[in-house]
């Protein structure tokens, strides 16, 4: 699975998920133009995107849908509170496909499943999203509002996430936004600070998680050297934290085979080639602070009969 981030902040949101043939992008805050640009960047054409998924209502994310689905002929998933919410607060023209869902439902594309899980920001009907294949998790988990319910076992399941970190607190607190500002972006509707999603990725942050990347940092109460830094100093240096630009594509983020990934398969290759019968599990133990992955083997050879 492979991941781009086209652009995210307040002046706008656009994520791109590719799995194989399956290829799909989240949120429409940039132009058509800006988002065709930056896929070329990585060699992508915008016209092989299978879909379009808009998390809420809120301008920086939907901006410009309908270009993306007339220009590009990508059908459009949303809810049908936001999509109402969208038509009547913006100008977006006509659009034609439209494909309705239930916030906390799942689609499939083949073998990716896209499942929308409903948060508490505040917008009409907010969703963050998960993206399976048949080998990894990727959260896109913006606009959050808090850690909220369920939050933390989503991000105990994933291989990769990227996920909000919207706001420096000091820097907001003595920033020039006026207080009712400060309160909405703090507060349980607003946004997740740097500490927050921090704190958030050391409390879930298993084995399997990859990378994480920063997304939605505000421009006035956030900088991405700042953000980096405090996700470092909760998570350590050895994990691997990607920001996303408020005004660029960011490189092309990959999920790789671990090496327990290749230990599976080469204890599967093994097993094939071999002249037996096989019953393996394997198990995970902690010993003095280590994590080991041993495998179990028992088997019964077959003995020919004469």
Known sequence: MKVVSLQSGSNGNCFYVESGDIKLLFDAGISGKQAEMRLAHHDRDIRDVDALFISHDHS???????????????????????????????????????????????????????????????????????????????GILTDLGHAFDGLRDVLKSLD???????????????????????????????????????????????????????????????????????????????????????????????LLETTTDQIRKSLDNFLANFTGRFVFQDHLCGTIGHSLLFYQVVFIIKIPTY
């Open 160 to 254: 990769a996430v990227i996920i909000e970190s919207n706001y420096d607190t000091e820097m907001l607190e003595n920033g020039p936004y006026p207080e009712h500002l400060k309160s909405r972006i703090s507060g349980d509707g607003g946004h997740l600070s740097n500490k927050d999603s921090a704190m958030l990725l050391k409390q879930t942050k298993t084995e399997r998680l990859q990378w994480a990347c920063l997304c939605h940092l505000s421009e006035e109460n956030n900088e991405p050297a700042r953000a980096r830094e405090i996700h470092r100093e909760i998570l350590g240096d050895d994990f691997p934290v990607h920001v996303a630009s408020r005004y660029d594509v960011s490189e092309l983020l990959e």
């Open 60 to 138: 920086d994310h939907t901006r410009a849908v309908g270009v993306f689905q007339r220009k590009f002929g990508m059908p459009v998933y949303i809810t049908r509170r936001t999509l109402d919410a969208v038509q009547r607060n913006q100008k977006i023209g006509k659009l034609d496909r439209i494909r309705l869902f239930t916030a906390g439902n799942s689609q499939s594309f083949g073998s990716v499943t896209v499942h929308s899980i409903p948060t508490p920001h505040d917008s009409v009907d907010g969703v963050a999203f998960v993206v399976e294949d048949q080998k990894y998790r990727v």
